[in-house]
């Protein structure tokens, strides 16, 4: 019998670029395949091609033994292939039924009126036949994000799909939400649909796909059946050598104050509270990690800290110095580093290049600029010191920001912010975006950076990061801490709970962590700090064994 | 700091040519060129309809063949345009590439500079503006308010003078200084408006054009007028007070001079956006207000600084008319500042495309005087006619996407027909991110 995905010799070249050099990739009818690669291996490109966005330089995609030629997706769509986005292409105002038959909508009066008693008909039948819990008639902008996978999961079905293929597809998702995505990925095998997704996550992989291809600089390294490959042959496929795959850890005393934060409360763009009443505190050489699904507030918190938005109430001190007043230079020049989550609109000007783009936020300070005006000979040895020391590709200081890819971008913004010597760093998912050898090396970094006495507050929605390189962890949701426990002893279920809102159980230690982390907010500064300094303790004495419950980690991400 | 590499560095010339040779700039140029070539070839068309439409006497060209006649002849309009814009310098018709009679230094010429040295004030008004993301439509106001300061303020301080040439340059930078003062606190309003009560600019600068243009009416009208004077016009500032024609004949009313002013500026101002901490903060607002919030850049005060700024030089425009071309306020102040924007617009908003932006509004301007004189083609023809140019020139990506449709210019977008979107070339290989 034919592979239901059959990719034949695909060479996909952009100018200058080989994206996909001579992949072969079959996948059989029924099945879970899973596209592992760093950013920048060919995947997205690969499977474009197979939606039919782009044309094979060289190679055929034959479905079911058939040689097909896509001019676009709405030929790739007919032939059977649906494609789910990383993000979702959904009109949110419209009810579930409605965006899953847009485009298709059945009509009566010779195409006149829309047919909505049918429509809605199919969709129901449609999410019956799968087992899909959604509301047909709820509206988008008021359903999870998993609900909205599986509307785009059923849009896709709707027109016919056989073979489905997904960009990322977890990576939006709480950890409850990815397994039940893992339980669609059945149901949909079980009825004959085939299931192609992309993925850097090795976890993840492993634990929802039948067989994986990984793809390294374009070219396919190899397909192995999933229960006969370790998570180590994995990693050292993608990257092409060995990889650690944890940070090590070092128990440190924490030392002074360097950030305090009192009664936060910070509204959002339109004037609804996205942070209350918050309090904590972070001192040098340590890494306070923040985990939560995105959304939760955490932008605006980072905001407030780095002085891109005004608190509605509270107080943020800095090294002892309120920072009520102080703008955005004041606190850039008082040695605040700031990772921001969108690196495309905030972290780098897209239209410079990198030589411009490396002394955004020094472009009044020395060395880059004397008395007004700039040393541009200064800021490109910056920019090519960074591209260097953060294996930023393409090594050209001369290559406009928009023209990297999105882990590139990541690592040259992570890298200007890291070489600015600061005192406190605000990392937003420092590593999203970026492939595991880059990774690594961040890691490396924020934990240089801890052992260097500096304090660092890390915003991330992939848990192992936050677990593995945090002194403590804070768990956000709807603008509060619902928990600040010990990333050495909690598990992910229980962060999976208090990302979802719900308080632990009181009568387990990671219980009574969170059960004094929380009396720590009520009671005020010094008892807070206490508890933080001997919960540090207690977390690195345990550091030790993260190393070796790995399996499955990695996987999870909100 | 890692090592510098000594000869990855350009050298000193190939920097001060770098910002002409770029490559965008080039293919500008090109595409300029080309839109100059089609706007004629179309002009042609009209020129020849309408020649048929008119009535005269004498037709003025025969259709060859067929023997209709036309009262217009579309070659002599394109010729007098342009070759009388620069004074005859190319011999058309007679033996010779060159007129051996031209100098550069005759009256056409120094019509079309005249016009040109104006615009490169008011165009860099603008372009300042816009590449701080404000779109400034009030440079025509800030033009009238700074002329007003400066006829007024050479005024009030000749007569404190003794009348000679030490007293004409005194009274020159006075004049200059009161208009750029008063343009850049005409344009500070809609900046700190904008900055403080989120008022949109392009209103307020819109809505300050009328009352600039009233109240200097008024305000002439009611106190400055000159005695006897026919016109509202304020007196003439002292003849040795003006810019000196040198070169050119006075009723050019052009100095040559005053374009060399104009000149630094375009300088300063590319090297202030370029080379500076304030221009970049400047340029950084206007193509990402969020990146340059991060980077540290005050938002309020950037639109301010900018605003001023572009008003000030547009207050320079306005001391330069006043002291080169009428040697006084008078009441019917021409269209420069409306007109800067389109030779900003075409300059692609960078101060050194300001120079042939507003060279060939120059040319545009002095040669239809000179098809007045020399033609029997009405003026309304002629302004259709430039408008086509102005038009054509200023649709770069039309012809960027003709450029890509024949393959001519850039790299081939892969096989013709496909769907395949635009990919920016280099490392990223299609992959997305979050």
């Known amino acids: 019998m034919n592979p239901a995905v059959h990719l034949d010799g695909i060479t996909k070249r952009f100018p200058g670029v080989v994206a996909n050099d001579d992949v072969d990739l079959a996948v059989e009818r029924g099945s879970v395949h899973a596209l592992l690669g760093e950013n920048g291996a060919g995947k997205t490109t690969l499977m474009n091609v197979l939606y039919g966005l782009y044309r094979p330089t060289d190679g055929t995609v034959r479905l079911d033994g058939e040689p097909q030629s896509f001019d676009s997706p709405r030929d790739a769509i007919d032939a059977g292939v649906g494609m789910i986005h990383q993000h979702f292409m959904l009109v949110d105002p419209m009810t579930v039924w409605e965006n899953v038959v847009l485009g298709n909508e059945p009509t009566t009066w010779g195409g006149l009126r829309v047919d909505r008693e049918a429509a809605r008909e199919a969709v129901v039948e449609l999410s019956e036949r799968y087992g899909f819990d959604v509301d047909p008639d709820a509206t988008i902008a008021d359903i999870s994000v998993g609900e909205q996978q599986r509307v785009e999961i059923l849009k896709a079905l709707y027109r016919g799909a056989d073979v489905l293929i997904m960009d990322e597809p977890t990576a939006v998702l709480t950890p409850q939400e990815v397994e039940e995505l893992y339980g669609v990925f059945e ?197 090519e010191s960074v591209i260097e020391q953060y294996d930023v590709r393409p090594p050209d200081a001369d290559a406009e920001a928009e023209s990297l890819s999105g882990g590139n971008q990541q690592k040259f913004i992570v890298g200007r912010e890291f070489e600015r010597d600061p005192d406190l760093v605000v990392a937003t998912h420092p590593t999203r975006g970026v492939d595991i ?86 009671g005020g500064e010094e008892t807070a700090s206490e508890g933080a300094a001997t919960e540090e303790v207690e977390g690195e004495k345990a550091g030790e064994g993260i190393d070796d419950t790995t399996a499955g980690d990695e996987g999870v991400d909100a | 700091m890692s090592e510098s590499d000594a000869d990855g560095r350009p050298s000193v010339v190939a920097r001060l040519v770098a910002p002409f040779v770029d490559r965008s700039v080039a293919e500008r140029l090109v595409i300029s060129v080309a839109a100059i070539l089609l706007s004629i070839v179309i002009g042609f068309a009209i020129v020849l309809v309408s020649g048929r439409i008119a009535e005269c006497t004498t037709a003025a060209w025969t259709m060859p063949l067929t023997g209709l006649g036309f009262c217009y002849d579309p070659v002599e309009v394109y010729v007098v345009l342009f070759n009388g814009a620069l004074g005859y310098p190319f011999a058309v018709g007679d033996p010779g590439l060159l007129n051996p009679e031209w100098t550069p230094f005759n009256l056409s010429f120094g019509l079309t500079l005249s016009e040109t040295t104006l615009l490169i004030f008011t165009g860099l008004s603008v372009a300042v503006a816009f590449r701080a993301g404000l779109f400034n439509i009030g440079t025509q106001g800030q033009l009238v308010v700074g002329a007003l300061a400066t006829a007024l303020s050479v005024l009030a301080v000749a007569p404190l003078l003794p009348a000679g040439r030490i007293a004409g340059v005194v009274l020159v930078v006075i004049g200059a200084a009161a208009g750029a003062v008063a343009g850049g606190f005409w344009g500070a309003i809609p900046g700190a408006l904008k900055a403080y009560a989120d008022a949109n600019e392009v209103i307020t600068t819109i809505m300050l054009n009328f009352v600039a243009a009233n109240v200097a009416y008024v305000l002439v009208l009611e106190v400055f007028r000159a005695e006897g004077s026919s016109v509202v016009a304020t007196r003439y500032v002292p003849e040795y007070a003006q810019f000196l024609p040198w070169l050119f004949p006075q009723s050019s009313d052009f100095a040559l001079i005053a374009l060399l002013v104009g000149v630094v500026f375009i300088g300063a101002l590319y090297y202030f956006v370029e080379h500076t901490s304030l221009g970049y903060d400047l340029r950084t607002s206007g193509v990402q207000a969020a990146a340059a919030e991060y980077g540290g850049v005050n938002a309020k005060q950037t639109t301010v600084r900018a605003m001023t700024l572009s008003g000030a030089l547009g207050g320079l425009g306005g001391s330069v008319w006043v002291l080169m071309s009428e040697g006084r306020w008078m009441a019917s102040v021409p269209d420069l500042g409306f007109d800067g924007i389109t030779v900003s617009i075409l300059a692609g908003n960078n101060p050194i495309g300001v120079l042939p932006a507003a060279f060939l509004f120059g040319v545009l301007k002095g040669g239809a005087l000179e098809i007045g004189f020399r033609t ?53 290989r299609g992959e997305t991110d979050a």
């Not at chain 1, 997704?197 to 993840?204: A, D, N, P, T, W």
């Not at chain 1, 008082?334 to 490396?358: C, H, K, W």
């Not at chain 1, 890390?458 to 928990?483: C, I, N, P, W, Y």
């Open chain 1, 437 to 522: 050898g880059s990774t690594e090396f961040l890691h490396d970094r924020l934990l240089d950076l801890r052992s260097q006495g500096k304090a660092v507050l890390l915003v991330s929605s992939k848990l192992d990061e936050v677990q593995g390189l945090s002194d403590r962890l804070a768990v956000m949701h709807e603008g509060e801490f619902t928990g600040v426990v010990d990333p050495a002893t909690v598990t992910e279920e229980e962060i999976g709970l208090l990302m979802a809102g719900e308080s632990l159980d009181d009568d387990s230690v990671e219980g009574a962590a969170l059960h004094e982390a929380a009396s720590e907010e009520v």
């Open chain 2, 376 to 428: 029997d083609v009405p003026t309304e023809l002629v302004a259709v006619l430039r408008g086509l140019i102005i038009l054509f020139v200023a649709m770069p990506e039309f012809f960027r996407m003709i450029g890509r449709y024949t393959g001519v210019g850039g790299p081939p977008g892969g096989v013709p027909g496909t769907t395949e979107p635009d990919e920016t070339a280099g490392g990223d």
């Open chain 1, 187 to 383: 149901e949909l095998t079980d009825q004959g649909k085939t299931i192609i997704f992309i993925s850097h996550k090795l976890g993840e992989a492993l634990s929802a796909a039948d067989e994986i291809s990984v793809l390294r600089d374009g070219v396919n390294v190899g397909t192995v059946a999933t229960s006969d490959v370790t998570r180590e042959e994995l990693a050292k496929m993608m990257v092409g050598r060995e990889v650690l795959m944890d940070p090590a850890t070092t128990p440190q005393e924490a030392g002074d104050r360097v950030l305090e934060v009192t009664d936060l409360s910070v509204d959002d763009d339109r004037g609804v509270e996205a942070v209350s009443d918050l309090s904590f505190e972070l001192r040098a050489g340590e890494i306070m990690g923040v985990a939560g699904v995105d959304g939760n507030g955490q932008l605006q918190l980072v905001e407030a800290i780095t002085g891109l938005r005004r608190p509605s109430s509270g107080d943020v001190r800095y090294r002892g110095e309120p920072m009520a007043g102080k703008t955005r230079r004041d606190r850039i020049d008082r040695g605040m580093a700031f990772i921001p989550e969108d690196r495309q609109e905030r972290g780098l000007v897209m239209s410079y290049d990198l030589t411009e783009n490396a002394i955004l936020g020094s472009q009044h300070d020395p060395p880059f600029a004397e008395r007004g005006r700039i040393d541009w000979r200064a800021s490109r040895d910056h920019a």
